[in-house]
Nanobody, 124 residues
């Protein structure tokens, strides 16, 4: 089992920045690729970004590419999502997730563990 706890969400004005953190506990953190997803009211959960087990490779959704940066610190068992130039359409609950398998990038079905989410609200 892996437990994931997100933090760092909040209310920010458009153009502002936030950094989300995802603290992991349980099994060895470096065994898992990590992803960030988001779900806006009335919409399906969508992929935002993912990082490989080592942190060497990343992938982003087109909607966040160039504005968001995913990273991880395996020594601290923590993944991060740095979000810059935020837009009102970035408003959502953000979830981190862990994927054990070797597929890259992991599909939604490959993610084995999920956090409870943290709310990000961007005002215009």
């Amino acid at each position: 089992q892996v437990q994931l706890v997100e933090s760092g969400g909040g209310l920010v004005q458009a153009g502002g920045s936030l950094t989300l953190s995802c603290a992991a506990s349980g099994r060895t953190f470096s065994y898992y690729a990590m992803g960030w997803f988001r779900q806006a009211p009335g919409k399906e959960r969508e992929f935002a970004a993912a990082v490989t087990k080592s942190g060497a490779n990343t992938v982003y959704a087109d909607s966040v590419k160039g504005r968001f940066t995913i990273s991880r610190d395996n020594a601290k068992n923590t993944a991060y999502l740095q979000m810059n130039t935020l837009k009102p359409e970035d408003t959502a609950i953000y979830y981190c997730a862990a994927a054990y398998g070797s597929d890259w990038p992991p599909s939604l079905q490959n993610y084995d563990y999920w956090g409870q989410g943290t709310q990000v609200t961007v005002s215009s």
